[in-house]
């Protein structure tokens, strides 16, 4: 058996969807870095390698930079004051941009997906 662990072919890179997937939990509601971390770790696509903590931080602090989230101590918790995060109306429209781009991604898969299944059943 050939072995492909770390190889693209398994889908456990899928950096560019962290983008979407943060807006997404925080057109929920506002929240402190680790719980956006809580919430992507139990999304579907990383079920086997949760998000690394300091990429999602970079991330976020990109994110703040372009305006699609703000961020803020929050002070009012019990513990240590924490950067809370909020989507902004920027983020929100680019979160509906990123619904169409995902939903263009999904119909190229659907389309690769069948031309591979072709493929492979010529190969039988």
């Not at 305006?67 to 109306?89: F, N």
């Amino acid at each position: 058996m050939i072995d492909l662990a770390g190889c693209p072919c398994t889908g456990k890179n899928l950096a560019r969807l962290v983008h979407p997937a943060i807006l997404a939990v925080l057109a929920h509601e506002s929240l402190h870095g680790y719980l956006i971390l809580e919430r992507l770790a139990d999304a579907a696509m990383f079920r086997d390698q949760p998000p690394d903590p300091a990429g999602v931080y970079r991330i976020l602090k990109t994110m703040e930079q372009e305006g699609l989230v703000t961020c803020a101590w929050d002070l009012q918790s019990s513990g240590p004051a924490r950067r809370q995060y909020t989507i902004t109306d920027r983020g929100v429209t680019c979160l509906r941009t990123w619904l169409e781009t995902l939903v263009n991604y999904r119909s190229s898969v659907d389309r690769l997906v069948a031309t591979v299944q072709t493929a492979l059943e010529e190969k039988r």
